[in-house]
């Protein structure tokens, strides 16, 4: 297994022992939902957000972790991938498929720290009365991420979208 796909299942360990650590101390009812100011308009119960939280984390490992799994095995006709006939030929086939694990990976790793640090910020709002989140930090927290992912889609078609120099087309 690679170094980003490590990391990333050492983020799911680290999110799920941050829901059990703050869990015991949240109220029977959590603000979940918060309005543009940081005002909370949304609510669940303990439970419910347990099993939400859990649930996130549960789809979020199937898309970065299930899918990067099966890629390998799937045939190459069926894969979205610039220029796949290139990548994809069994002279690159196994590089090309171990970059676009780690890429995923990585793109795993920035949600997930993304969900523990928005989690993390639900959590101490609800600790506080009223609930509140700072706006400014939720904007920032979500700029950030896209920030992150228009980088890493100019370096996943800088890898892919163009043929490696010297090669014909």
Known sequence: MTHPRRILLLLYVIAVVQIAWYFPHMPAVLATHYDGAGEPNGWMSRSFALGFHLMLLGVTAAAFIGIPTIIG?????????????????????????????????????????????????????????????????????????????????????????????GQRT
């Open 73 to 165: 095995r799937v045939a190459p006709r069926r894969l979205n991938l610039p220029n796949k006939e290139f990548w994809l030929a069994p002279e690159r086939r196994d590089a090309s498929i171990l970059s676009l694990k780690n890429r995923m990976a990585v793109l795993g790793c920035a949600a997930v720290v993304l969900m523990m640090i928005v989690t993390g910020m639900n959590f101490h709002a609800n600790l506080e009365r009223p609930a509140r989140i700072p706006a400014p930090a939720i904007f920032g927290c979500i700029g950030g991420f896209l920030a992150f992912m228009a980088g890493w889609m100019i370096s996943f078609y800088r890898r892919f979208g163009r043929r490696a120099a």
